[in-house]
């Protein structure tokens, strides 16, 4: 229709109109849209963008603290920690796997990384961790070759790792360390908390280009404590010394030498075979395996002879003047006889444990009596641990009396149907040698205690036997090895007292007892009269007609307690004639 009046049309301005309402709701919603995704980002995303702005300029390293040492008896170092290097990777977020990993291989010939090192490596880079630790203990002179290959994003700090300055000497006692410096076995592993002392931390900031730049520190690590050892590393090298010799030129696979301190109960020399080293505990498969001297579990055979006789005196079962008559050379007992090694005859009380005869101990057995014979396993400590600071300490194996069968209280009296560790059977030869106290063994003598050592005393005693049964049974020990089975544990100048044993180990396929496989053992101490040590050696299967503990385990015992009375300076009695000279020489001729 025509507009007579020339006016605008009113349709195009309706038009113009609704675009510009169009326009502005939609700028409207823009604008709404933009306040409510900046109250997103400032209110409830505030803290996730901060701590990604955080990690992608800042990362939180723990400074390791320098773990405490381990000393021996006389203050020489076992077990130390020394200045190393720890080199890190700070992956570019903004970077391909491929340069990353570019960037690893660089530091591969500086940083002497292995296949191991490497598939760790490579699995921290994909998970995209932000911080990757390289390798740990190197040697601080490698931080100039690093710095030379000036790579961004990868930096060392100083840190302390875990040497030990004697190698492999006592290895089974100190344990080893892992990686981060955590106690994996041994005292390390036992006392890790004291020794690890508390980490500290370190902030590393990096600028817009993902370069280090500032580093500070939020917290000091604090030391671990020191720990002073019972063990003296000159007897601890007899010890190993003659093991090892022992158990190569047997064929033995493990063996173990314990030497102690009867009146204080300290361990002066813990020894297993095969040893290690552990400043290569990692990748030593011996350090895995555990340490025989207080955890592998064995009939003690005819060393518990100790505790049968004692508890035959003690009870007075028996009497030194009492006769048992092992003609025969067997006994029955539960339809199976039990053999001695040779025809005795008869034989005193005394000559029983002298000669070591199996038929002779039965009979001494079955006058104690089931009830009299557990009271005195107990008594003696067997069945629960000692107490030394070791982890995985055995306690052994004593079955209750109700679950004794009829063959029980034989088997027992001369060592079977019982398992024991060799602490324990050294434990039993230290009652004698005590008098017939049992004070614990202990292979710690001082621990810090805050800012003080606290030495650790010897524990409370406990009453076995009586002093004369004790004393009655250590001149058994001695006829042992002056004239029984024990003569080659015999040391020119000295009194020795002590006892063999061999036993028959277990076939797993006919669950039968072996008459080819064996222990081997022999436990003493010496002077028999005013023992100063007590040693005890075990040597498992001897591969040669050699295998009884007279024949194998008794000259280790030998060489071992006179080096190790002669460097403690306890020296051979003088001979009579030796006297007469003395005293001519000293005398002048006036007397």
């Not at 690093?146 to 875990?162: C, I, W």
Request: with cysteine; net charge positive.
């Amino acid at each position: 229709m025509p507009n007579p009046a020339g006016l605008p049309h009113p349709q195009p301005q309706r038009r113009t109109r609704k675009r510009t309402k169009i326009l502005a709701a939609a700028l409207a919603l823009w604008a709404l849209g933009v306040g409510l995704r900046l109250v997103d980002l400032q209110v409830f995303e505030a803290a996730r963008m901060r701590s990604q702005v955080a990690d992608q300029n800042q990362a939180v390293i723990d400074i390791p603290a320098e773990r405490g040492a381990i000393f021996d008896r006389n203050g020489d170092i076992l077990a130390q920690n020394v200045p190393t290097l720890t080199v890190y990777y700070r992956p570019p977020r903004a970077e391909t796997f491929e340069a990353r990993w570019r960037t690893v291989l660089d530091l591969q010939p500086v940083l002497d990384l292995g296949p191991a090192d490497l598939d760790r490596i490579r699995s921290a880079v994909r998970e995209g961790k932000p911080v990757v630790t390289l390798k740990r203990r190197l040697d601080v002179g490698r931080e100039s070759a690093l710095r030379g290959l000036g790579l961004k994003n990868v930096f060392a700090t100083r840190e302390s790792s875990r040497v030990y300055p004697q190698g492999p000497l006592a290895p089974q006692v100190l344990g080893g360390v892992s990686a981060a410096n955590d106690g994996q076995a041994g005292v390390e592993y036992k006392f890790d908390t004291l020794l690890s002392g508390t980490k500290g931390s370190q902030l590393a900031l990096v600028d817009a280009r993902r370069r280090e730049y500032h580093f500070e520190t939020l917290s000091e690590p604090r030391k671990g404590g020191d720990i002073v050892l019972t063990i003296d590393k000159t007897i601890q090298y007899f010890a190993q010394k003659e093991l090892e010799a022992a158990a190569r030129d047997h064929g033995s696979s493990w063996g173990t030498v314990i030497v102690s301190r009867p009146l204080t109960g300290e361990i002066l020399a813990l020894a297993s075979w095969p040893a290690y080293d552990p400043n290569l505990y990692s990748a030593s498969p011996d350090a895995a395996k555990p340490n025989r001297a207080i955890h592998h579990l064995l009939d003690p055979g005819s060393t518990f002879k100790i505790v049968t006789a004692a508890a035959a005196l003690e009870s007075r079962g028996a009497a030194l003047t009492d006769v048992f008559d092992c003609r025969a050379g067997a006994i029955a007992t539960a339809g199976t006889p039990i053999r001695d090694h040779k025809n005795f005859g008869i034989l005193s009380f005394p000559g029983v444990f002298i000669h070591s005869s199996n038929v002779g101990a039965i009979m001494v057995g079955r006058r104690l009596g089931t009830a009299s014979m557990y009271r005195a396993i107990k008594a003696f400590g067997f069945g629960e641990r000692t107490g030394v600071e070791l982890p995985a300490e055995s306690a052994g194996i004593v079955h209750p009396p109700n679950a004794w069968t009829r063959r029980s209280i034989d088997s027992i009296s001369i060592g079977y149907e019982i398992s024991v560790t060799p602490l324990q059977v050294l434990q039993a030869a230290n009652i004698v040698a005590n008098r017939g106290a049992r004070i614990p063994l202990r292979i710690v003598k001082s621990l810090p205690d805050g800012e003080t050592v606290r030495f650790r005393s010897p524990g409370p005693e406990a009453a076995v036997v009586s002093a004369a049964t004790a004393d009655q049974l250590a001149a058994i020990l001695e006829r042992v090895v002056t004239e029984g089975t024990g003569q080659a544990a015999a040391i020119s100048g000295y009194d020795v007292a002590g006892k063999t044993g061999t036993t028959q180990l277990l076939d797993p396929l006919t669950r039968t007892f072996s008459s080819e496989k064996h222990i081997a053992t022999f436990v003493g101490f010496v002077p028999a009269r005013e023992p100063v040590v007590s040693v005890i050696v075990v040597l498992d299967a001897p591969r040669s007609d050699e295998y009884y503990g007279g024949q194998v385990a008794a000259p280790v015992f030998k060489e071992v307690a006179v080096r190790t009375l002669r460097y403690l300076g306890v020296f051979p009695r003088p001979s009579p004639s030796r006297t007469i000279i003395a005293a001519n020489v000293l005398g002048g001729g006036g007397r």
